[in-house]
């Protein structure tokens, strides 16, 4: 009973470097997204998929990129990382059945902190 | 465009004392809401949601939320608080296409 899962938990990254925050889901949904989380600020979102090969931005894409190969991953690239991208980052996943109440699960969050 | 109002960034509650987080959003057409709770450190986990039907939604915990249209309002209740519903409580709204707008989440902070 995975659900949504994220790797990795904590990362410290220089300003410049390149890295992917991976994102699995067992449960055979559709849509997909990822957020991030601010203090004081709620959770906003980068970017969404509603199946593999389509993607679209959300509110906060800048400095981000995704992709949706299959419809278990949607992993988050960030290809040069500054400061502003310190937070934490949240992937969720949401069946597109309509019966499904528009409930959208969550992984357990990736602390990225740029330095 | 959709937008969650949490008026409260921080509540102080007596241990045993009831609890009402507010919560307003905007929205045009009928809204698909949900609360959500985050403990620190943790991901989201989803009290209760409400789509259609019953405008008092029970959840899980002891928690319950009443959607009144006419004030665009989903306030969340729990008529006694425990120490370990300590925790920082988002509010969010979901559109037809299914992404969701939050809160900026209101902390709840239990006193003994």
Not at chain 1, 2 to 28: E, H, Y
Not at chain 1, 53 to 81: C, H, Q, W
Not at chain 1, 83 to 99: K, L, N
Not at chain 1, 100 to 108: D, H, K, P, R
Request: include cysteine.
């Amino acid at each position: 009973n995975a659900g949504v899962t994220q790797t990795p938990k904590f990362r410290i990254l220089k300003i410049g470097q390149s890295m992917t925050l991976q994102c699995t889901q067992d449960m055979n949904h559709n849509y997909m997204y990822w957020y991030r989380q601010d203090p004081g600020m709620g959770l906003k979102l980068i970017y969404y998929s509603v199946g593999a090969g389509i993607t679209d931005k959300g509110e906060v894409p800048n400095g981000y990129n995704v992709s949706r190969s299959t419809t278990e991953d949607f992993p988050l690239r960030l290809e040069l990382a500054a400061p502003s991208q310190t937070s934490v980052y949240f992937c969720a996943s949401r069946t597109g059945r309509p019966s499904s109440g528009n409930t959208i699960y969550f992984g357990e969050g990736s602390w990225l902190t740029v330095v | 465009a959709q937008s969650v109002t949490q008026p409260d960034i921080h509540i102080t509650v007596s241990e045993g004392a009831s609890l009402e987080l507010r919560c307003n959003y905007s929205y045009g057409a009928t809204p698909y809401l949900f609360w959500y709770v985050q403990s620190p450190g943790q991901g989201l986990q989803l009290l209760l949601k409400y789509f259609s039907g019953d405008t008092l939604v029970q959840g899980i915990k002891g928690f319950e939320a009443e959607f009144k249209r006419s004030q665009s309002s989903f306030n969340l209740r729990k008529p006694s608080v425990h120490w370990s519903d300590a925790a920082e409580y988002f509010c969010a709204v979901a559109t037809g296409y299914s992404t969701l707008t939050f809160g900026k989440g209101t902390m709840l902070l239990v006193s003994p």
